[in-house]
């Protein structure tokens, strides 16, 4: 039986291969083929359930290691986040949707509220943006795990070892 941390997993995983980085087409790309697959297993059960689900739990799971970062850094997420934040600038990566979820999931129980209604409003407000909000969640996840693992905090195995426990009790 599938649980349902598993598509975020996938996710995850999707976002370690190096095909992610290198696809020349969106579709090509593992991280989007996750989102499609959830995507077209709405369309046919005439809802929102799955992409719903995938991008809460990368949600936290980008929330999760990044507190995990300053906690070993001994600095407060908004420094990580704000790190990420000049690094997306200099590359002019897209970052907005993702910085702001991050911030609000960070705040506590009444982040998870905040990140809710953020999430409604762009799906149904831009469903594409929506989708890519996802996507940029794995790549920021998959930079998490790589910082982990050059940092020497934890390997990649170990780290997502940690992320499928946390989000185990995240859905339970």
Not at 24 to 33: A, D, F, K, N
Not at 124 to 138: K, M, N, S
Not at 154 to 167: G, K, P, V
């Amino acid at each position: 039986m599938t649980s349902l941390q598993d598509p975020v997993m996938d996710l995850v995983r999707a976002s370690l291969d190096p095909a992610a980085k290198t696809a020349r087409l969106r579709t090509e790309s593992p991280v989007c083929q996750v989102v499609i697959r959830a995507a077209e297993a709405d369309l046919a059960a005439g809802g929102a359930h799955n992409v719903n689900m995938l991008a809460a739990g990368a949600g936290v799971a980008a929330a999760g290691l990044t507190a995990w970062l300053a906690q070993e850094r001994d600095v407060d997420p908004a420094v990580i986040i704000a790190d990420f934040e000049k690094g997306a600038v200099i590359h002019g990566i897209p970052h907005d949707p993702l910085v702001q979820m991050l911030k609000t999931l960070l705040t506590g129980p009444t982040g998870m509220q905040q990140t809710a209604e953020f999430m409604v409003r762009l799906l149904h407000g831009d469903e594409e943006a929506f989708y890519d909000l996802i996507v940029d969640l794995a790549h920021y996840i998959a930079t998490c795990v790589g910082l982990l693992a050059a940092h020497g905090i934890s390997n990649r195995e170990d780290t997502l070892d940690a992320l499928d426990d946390m989000l185990e009790t995240f859905y339970s």
